[in-house]
């Protein structure tokens, strides 16, 4: 973390400078205003860019699966899960939100809510947490 500080700390100086050495030759040697215009325009133009790319970039997510995980499909009948109640169980298993689960399914929020209270009733739990705990005690998902 101090070398990132540094590193932005060294560039903002850098640019300080750059910038009043610009500032001195406009004043001292009576450059052209559209030179120093068009200087600190391209400065923040890269700096937008920069920025903007720093900024917006997607963020790579790993997941690690378990390489002993064997999936117990006996269970899943037995408990009665359907195929799509088994799918928003492992959506939110990997912490998607109700509507963000219906938005991946193309599905109403409604038909999740069913769902999720199926599976509460089918594991016998009253929470996320506890559903997920348990669906991964049984080896339902990973």
């Known amino acids: 973390?101090?070398?990132?500080?540094?590193i932005y700390g060294a560039s903002l100086a850098v640019l300080v400078f750059l910038l009043k050495y610009l500032e001195y030759q406009f004043f001292a040697k009576d450059l052209a205003l559209e030179f120093y215009?068009?200087?600190i325009a391209i400065l923040f133009t890269g700096?937008?860019?920069?920025a903007g790319f720093r900024l917006t970039r997607k963020k790579v997510v790993v997941v690690k699966m378990s390489a002993d995980f064997v999936f117990n499909e006996r269970e899943l009948d037995r408990l009665g899960i359907s195929?799509?109640?088994?799918?928003?169980?492992?959506?939110?298993?990997?912490?998607?939100?109700?509507q963000e689960i219906a938005d991946k399914l193309f599905v109403s929020l409604n038909t999740v809510k069913t769902h999720t209270s199926n599976l509460f009733l089918k594991l016998e739990v009253s929470r996320r947490t506890q559903a997920i705990q348990k669906a991964k005690e049984l080896s339902l998902i990973p």
Do not use: D
Request: glycine share 6%; no cysteine; aromatic share 6%.
């Open 1 to 6: 973390m101090k070398k990132i500080i540094l």
């Open 37 to 39: 215009l068009a200087v």
């Open 47 to 50: 700096l937008g860019i920069w």
């Open 83 to 98: 195929k799509r109640e088994h799918e928003v169980l492992e959506w939110m298993a990997k912490g998607l939100s109700n």
